[in-house]
């Protein structure tokens, strides 16, 4: 009941007092500063900052002139819920007039607030992780507005089948003008899909990779001269579930009505590399799990297996703490659908499958196939019998990419990132040059 009221006093305040009155009581609540700020270090916020991954780390530790804020994202969320009645209101390109005035008003909140935080922090850019971020929008247009550079660094970036492009071009044509000062995405994709839908002019979008992918680039580059050529005896299927990879699967992955999408590919997959397990005691066979909780109980029940009767496989491991580009280092055939797991591998020289058999290979899904225009740079199952022959071949005969690999680093540039391992260099430079010619002296 007292957090109660307290919200109730603190949305009165917010929005009917000047934030002048109170700021200075509640800005050591506004930001996340994990280092003390150096000489001569330039100022970044990030919005919505846990949606980043590691890449705010790998920024920071590399380039030593910027230190990056990171705003509470609870007080983000609270702003927002302090002004919008709706919540549900696509706040990039709102309609109802009610949801408009919502929108003025918070905004004009935000013009007194953000410019307190500028001077306070000392900020000299903001970046975002997507543009589609409803908490991170308002307060992204009104920096921008007020003379602060907002990089939006979108990460959403695996549009590799025709519905996920489909509807990212979708969500470009829905919203208004980009909001920000510059759009840095990963991929060629990425890039011509904004500029069909009219999104955002060529000069502000920046094809600069996915900074992630930096060190596993570095690490398997000119491998082809020095790959292990001992075997592993190891397989990993990227375990899936029965809505991968479809849009309107609800929950994803693991959908409520699971027999609406593809229970029989996901069951076919799971139950081979079960299989192949007893069969091969020599050969341990990893499942890994896109996520902790009841993943691994969704796949016993999907299989109608007891889990007493797995851990009596002892060569089967099934878990969600494995590092995924650890497990494909050490591992000789990797399996998926519609990961990006899949493309880490390629690039790694393994031999990668995808199946492609049961409700996957019908025409109703040919919207849901991922990479299919690279098919050549896979092995293809298009069975389960087919998968456990390839599974059985390549842990027990080491895989040759040969000519191959030139073709999966294209495919890995085309969906991924440039393969130049330079997407921390190109965020960083782009960074400081747009504070060198964007950012107005607030102070």
């Given at each position: 009941?007292?957090?109660?009221?307290?919200?109730?006093?603190?949305?009165?305040?917010?929005?009917?007092?000047?934030?002048?009155?109170?700021?200075?009581?509640?800005?050591f609540l506004l930001i996340n500063k994990k280092k003390i700020k150096l000489q001569n270090?330039?100022?970044?916020?990030?919005?919505?900052?846990?949606?980043?991954?590691?890449?705010?780390?790998?920024?920071?530790?590399?380039?030593?002139?910027?230190?990056?804020?990171?705003?509470?994202?609870?007080?983000?969320?609270f702003l927002f819920t302090?002004?919008?009645?709706?919540?549900?209101?696509?706040?990039?390109?709102?309609?109802?007039?009610?949801?408009?005035?919502?929108?003025?008003?918070?905004?004009?909140?935000?013009?007194?607030?953000?410019?307190?935080?500028?001077?306070?922090?000392?900020?000299?850019?903001?970046?975002?992780?997507?543009?589609h971020y409803k908490q991170d929008y308002d307060i992204a247009y009104i920096f921008k507005e007020i003379g602060i550079p907002v990089l939006i660094f979108h990460r959403e970036g695996n549009l590799a089948s025709e519905e996920y492009k489909e509807l990212f071009e979708?969500?470009?044509?829905?919203?208004?003008?980009?909001?920000?000062?510059?759009?840095?995405?990963?991929?060629?994709?990425?890039?011509?899909?904004?500029?069909?839908?009219?999104?955002?002019?060529?000069?502000?979008?920046?094809?600069?990779?996915?900074?992630?992918?930096?060190?596993?680039?570095?690490?398997?580059?000119?491998?082809?001269?020095?790959?292990?050529k001992v075997l592993n005896k190891r397989v990993v299927l990227f375990s899936f579930g029965p809505g991968a990879g479809i849009m309107s699967s609800k929950p994803p992955q693991?959908?409520?009505?699971?027999?609406?999408?593809?229970?029989?590919?996901?069951?076919?997959?799971?139950?081979?590399?079960?299989?192949?397990?007893?069969?091969?005691?020599d050969i341990e066979v990893i499942i890994k799990c896109k996520w902790d909780g009841n993943w691994k109980e969704s796949i016993l029940k999907l299989l109608n297996i007891d889990n007493n009767d797995l851990d009596k496989i002892s060569n089967l491991i099934i878990t969600a703490d494995k590092d995924a580009q650890n497990l494909i280092s050490i591992s000789d055939v990797v399996c998926g659908f519609g990961s990006t797991t899949l493309l880490e591998a390629a690039i790694a020289g393994k031999a990668v499958i995808i199946p492609h058999f049961s409700e996957i290979a019908k025409p109703e899904y040919f919207q849901n196939i991922f990479y299919k225009?690279?098919?050549?740079?896979?092995?293809?199952?298009?069975?389960?019998?087919?998968?456990?022959?390839?599974?059985e071949k390549y842990s027990k005969k080491i895989f040759k990419e040969g000519s191959v690999q030139k073709r999966r680093e294209t495919m890995f540039e085309d969906y991924i990132s440039p393969c130049n391992a330079r997407a921390s260099i190109n965020s960083y430079k782009l960074i400081k040059n747009y504070i060198k010619n964007n950012h107005k002296s607030l102070l």
């Open positions: 009941m007292h957090k109660n009221f307290i919200k109730i006093l603190a949305r009165f305040i917010i929005r009917n007092i000047t934030p002048s009155y109170y700021f200075h009581f509640i800005f270090q330039d100022v970044l916020l990030a919005l919505n900052p846990f949606r980043f991954r590691d890449d705010l780390e790998i920024l920071e530790s590399k380039n030593k002139d910027i230190i990056i804020y990171r705003m509470v994202f609870k007080l983000q969320c302090c002004f919008y009645t709706d919540l549900k209101h696509e706040v990039h390109n709102i309609k109802k007039p009610k949801g408009r005035a919502e929108q003025l008003l918070y905004q004009n909140f935000l013009r007194s607030f953000l410019l307190l935080m500028v001077k306070k922090f000392k900020i000299k850019a903001v970046i975002g992780a997507g543009i979708l969500r470009c044509l829905r919203y208004k003008k980009f909001h920000g000062t510059a759009l840095m995405v990963h991929n060629n994709i990425q890039k011509k899909l904004i500029l069909k839908a009219n999104y955002l002019d060529s000069p502000n979008i920046h094809i600069v990779g996915v900074i992630r992918m930096d060190s596993w680039l570095n690490k398997n580059k000119n491998k082809n001269m020095t790959r292990n693991w959908p409520d009505d699971i027999e609406r999408y593809m229970p029989n590919l996901c069951r076919g997959v799971h139950r081979t590399f079960i299989d192949f397990a007893i069969q091969n005691p225009e690279y098919f050549d740079c896979f092995n293809i199952a298009r069975s389960s019998t087919q998968l456990y022959s390839i599974l």
